[in-house]
């Protein structure tokens, strides 16, 4: 795997010194715990601030399965987030596990866990701890390892495998090692030729048999000095791959003397280190290059960059053949270059080892980010200073947040202090940790910078005047239930004795599990509120007694014609209760002549009254007075609201009398009137009769001598009479409407319809009319009446249609009324002049084209008045007319 950093048009730009070792180097002063694990969950590279953690060395750290060094209840979880990445389901992970060091202790890590590849390309998954804390001790359990009662058990407990040969070099003796590392039976060896056993079994396990053959043939045959050289088994039955290193030497005494003794060391795992060193360099190096969270690069002693990675790309903004041999104070502002800080920074971290800064960084862009900063001097064995290691990472982000968090604290800290509201944090014993100045002055407790409110120090009334309860209060509640509690209302008293209203509201800080840890509660002062609110409630209840009054006095005077004496007695009698102190209050009233006054009436003050005239000049006055002095603890005697009252009762009382004068003179000019519209009609008749009676003699008698001009005039003259008596008939009708009608019936409509369609039958069969008569209903009034109603609007649709006339007639309850609806498609009426036909004698056509007397509308709507309705119209010219009759329901009648 090349080096990502360091790519460019010609190749891979490695600098000299930028060895594997190197890279390993930097990697073990890096601040950052790192470390590489392969797709079984072994360790296989680690550098030193990881190691310090776990408290181990490298040899013994790498190859180590993480569950070993991760708690039992991550393992899992470890071993699925590296399969996780491995198979390219996610990035990158994060993962909070815990530790296991390697004195037994417990350490709580934040991980990140991100892909990286080594130089053949095999996928690692790099690992690197952020933040650590201690972690509660896990139990361990102790573990006994059965006595060895022989050497052979001792041997075969042993990780060394062991061959014992006789001079003849036959197999008298092997262990179980030996079984394992070659996939043999011990009963199958013992007793064979050992050179028989390579050649036949256990060459072809090997992954070079020949060179091993040659080499243990040849110990055989001089049977000299020791030999030691390592070999590779390969996997197969019986067997698993290994690396086992030989060690043999002769046999000098004892029963085997002349032979000789063979032990095999399983090295596999010092193997598997010795070649993950030589990768670990390379996994380092590409580790480095594919960091992109940190720019990590080094410098040479001077401060010259020579490595660059992908990380510092990306934070910086510099390409590697951008940047590499230039000095790293290229970062650094105009200003810390003044004041010469890189030169400082390396001089701190030459003679301490490392030095960090936190400041403003420059990219090649000229743009600026906020740098946490980390370097670390190199040195070789012999402390020459070899370089830096520089680890930048932007920390802009973070700054930002913890500069946009301290506006906020502030802005919460200002908001809190200056807030017209009382606010304050409570513990569950009661007292508080944190109270703005407001609150402490609701409470009337003094004002530091810590105001701490005993609970007991102050005490809270309810609206009845009882002493609140600690255990009823608002944050008691909250504690308790876990519920807020809003706008409870509750009464303090001042140390001057005034009374303070508060409405307080408690809302719960709860805990991770749900449970009130503290209590915010926030106090509002209502004290004018409550005033205003028991002020508007007096006034509230003055106007009721004001609003009874005034319908009393309505109901008293709505029957019109009750005598004026036991009127004004009534009214006089009722008036003293709408007054604050009724028992005490005493009333007078008067109209012309007439007076009326409760038993205790005197002329005394105090007093208020008022006094005015109906249109005809007759005086009213009202008169209250109080005739028992006030006590201390009363106030004024009347208030305005009681003069006003008067006021409007005097109003009521002028109202009622004048509108009694005015009905009175109505009823007498409609009287007058009606008797006038009937002599007149009935005195024009005789007249009208003998003109109508000269003119058909005139023509009886004088036709011949008459030419066809004087026989035109004759017609005009009969004509005109005929019309005068027409309009006379008209009129002595709509006279009697409401004066010579017959008693109300219930009548059904339905009936009344028939009885116009058979009088019309005429009409209709000469136009063709086409007339639907819906359901209709039964209700109260005058048959005779209806039908002249229904006979003038039907008639009206037959005679004002250009072509066959089609009428509809239709009914609907809307609510306590009857609607009639009659409507046609005839000729229609101008919208302006809807207002004009209910008039009398009112015509909007010539009567050579639509004869009539112009009082047939205004019948009907005299009509429809004396049975409680209305009558109306909705036309348009051209397209027909819908006459609408309203009429109480029968229920509504009968009520």
């Not at 045959?221 to 030999?227: A, M, Q």
């Not at 810390?336 to 490392?354: I, K, M, S, T, Y």
């Not at 308790?480 to 140390?495: A, F, I, L, N």
């Not at 019936?745 to 009319?769: H, K, P, Q, R, W």
Request: glycine share 6%; charged share 30%.
């Amino acid at each position: 795997m090349g080096n990502r950093g360091h790519t460019s048009d010609e190749g891979d730009a490695v600098p000299p010194d930028a060895t594997p070792g190197g890279y390993h180097h930097l990697f073990d002063v890096l601040d950052e715990r790192i470390a590489q694990f392969d797709a079984t969950g072994c360790l296989v590279s680690v550098n030193e601030s990881f190691l310090e953690l776990l408290g181990t060395s490298r040899d013994a750290a790498v190859g180590t399965h993480l569950s070993a060094i991760f708690a039992r209840k991550d393992g899992d979880r470890l071993e699925n987030a590296l399969a996780s990445l491995l198979e390219g389901d996610t990035a990158e992970r994060t993962l909070e596990v815990t530790m296991r060091t390697a004195d037994g202790g417990h350490i709580v890590c934040h991980l990140a866990l991100c892909v990286v590849h080594d130089s053949a390309g095999d996928a690692r998954v790099a690992m690197v701890i952020r933040d650590t804390e201690p972690a509660d001790q896990e139990p361990t359990h102790s573990r006994s390892t059965p006595p060895v009662e022989s050497l052979q058990s001792v041997i075969d407990e042993a990780d060394v495998g062991v061959f014992v040969l006789d001079e003849s070099f036959d197999v008298v003796w092997i262990d179980k090692s030996i079984e394992t590392y070659f996939g043999v039976n011990r009963d199958d060896v013992i007793g064979r030729d050992k050179r028989t056993l390579i050649q036949n079994t256990i060459a072809s396990r090997l992954e070079d048999p020949a060179t091993f053959t040659e080499t243990v043939f040849a110990t055989y045959d001089s049977n000299t000095g020791p030999e030691q050289f390592e070999c590779h088994v390969r996997p197969g039955p019986d067997r698993e791959d290994r690396w086992i290193e030989h060690r043999s030497k002769p046999i000098k005494s004892g029963p085997y003397d002349g032979g000789r003794i063979e032990l095999y060391y399983d090295v596999t795992s010092r193997k598997q280190a010795e070649n993950a060193r030589v990768e670990s360099e390379k996994q380092f190096r590409s580790l480095v290059d594919a960091v992109e969270e940190y720019a990590i690069f080094r410098l040479d002693p001077d401060g010259h960059v020579v490595s660059w990675n992908a990380g510092a790309t990306r934070i910086k903004g510099y390409e590697p053949r951008e940047i590499l041999g230039k000095h790293f104070s290229l970062f650094y502002t105009a200003a810390d270059r003044d004041e010469h800080v890189p030169q400082a920074n390396l001089e701190r971290a030459r003679e301490n080892g490392v030095a960090k800064d936190e400041g403003w960084r420059c990219r090649s862009d000229g743009s600026r980010f906020w740098a946490s900063v980390t370097i670390t001097a190199i040195r070789d064995a012999d402390g020459t200073l070899e370089g830096f290691a520089k680890v930048t990472r932007d920390m802009t982000d973070r700054r930002e947040r913890e500069q946009r968090l301290q506006r906020e604290r502030d802005l919460v800290e200002r908001i809190l202090q200056t807030s017209p509201v009382g606010i304050a944090v409570i513990n569950p014993d009661g007292t508080t940790n944190q109270a703005n100045e407001r609150m402490a002055e609701l409470l009337s407790v003094p004002v530091d910078d810590e105001p701490t409110l005993d609970p007991t120090q102050r005490k809270l009334y309810d609206s009845t005047g009882s002493v609140i309860p600690i255990e009823e209060r608002p944050a008691r509640r909250v504690f308790e239930t876990g519920e807020p509690v809003t706008d409870r209302e509750v009464r303090v008293t001042e140390p001057d004795g005034r009374t303070r209203w508060l409405s307080i509201t408690a809302t719960p800080l709860t805990d991770e599990s749900g449970a009130p840890d503290q209590v915010v509660m926030t106090a509002t002062d209502i004290t004018d509120l409550k005033t205003m609110a028991e002020q508007h409630k007096r006034k509230l209840e003055e106007r009721e007694k004001e609003y009874t009054a005034v319908q009393l006095t309505t109901s008293l005077l709505e029957p019109g014609d009750k005598p004026t004496d036991k009127l004004l007695d009534e009214l006089v009698q009722t008036l003293p209760q709408a007054f604050r102190f009724p028992e005490k209050t005493e009333a007078r009233l008067t109209m012309g002549d007439a007076e009326a006054t409760t038993d205790g009436y005197l002329a005394v003050d105090p007093s208020i009254g008022a006094q005015t005239a109906t249109a005809n000049g007759t005086p009213i006055t009202v008169t209250v007075c109080l005739t028992d002095p006030l006590t201390e603890t009363e106030e004024m005697p009347f208030l305005t609201e009681e003069q006003e009252l008067i006021d409007t009762l005097l109003t009521l009382i002028t109202f009622h009398f004048e509108r009694r004068e005015y009905i009175d003179e109505l009823q007498l000019e409609t009287r007058r009137l009606e008797q006038f519209a009937y002599a007149a009609s009935h005195d024009l008749q005789e007249p009208l009769r003998m003109v109508s009676s000269y003119l058909q003699l005139l023509e009886q008698r004088n036709a011949d001598a008459l030419d066809e001009d004087g026989m035109e005039f004759l017609s005009f003259a009969r004509d005109g009479a005929d019309r005068m008596r027409n309009m006379i008939d008209g009129l002595l009708a709509y006279s009697r409407i409401k004066t010579h009608g017959d008693p109300f019936e219930s009548v059904n409509l339905e009936v009344v319809l028939e009885g116009v369609l058979s009088d019309l039958e005429g009409d209709i069969t000469a136009t063709d009319a086409d007339i639907t008569v819906e359901a209709l209903p039964t209700i109260q009034g005058d048959p005779q009446q209806l039908s002249h109603l229904f006979y003038n609007l039907l008639e009206n649709a037959i005679q004002y249609s250009d072509e066959p006339p089609v009428v509809t007639v239709s009914a609907e309850q809307r609510g306590p009324e009857w609607v009639i609806s009659i409507s046609d498609e005839g000729i229609g009426i101008d919208p302006d002049l809807h207002g004009r036909i209910f008039e009398v004698f009112e015509r909007l056509h010539s009567r050579d084209k639509y004869p009539g007397t112009g009082i047939g509308l205004a019948i009907c709507q005299r009509i429809v008045e004396r049975h409680g309705g209305d009558i109306g119209v909705e036309s348009t010219v051209g397209e027909g007319s819908t006459f609408s009759v309203t009429f109480p329901t029968a229920d509504e009648q009968d009520s």
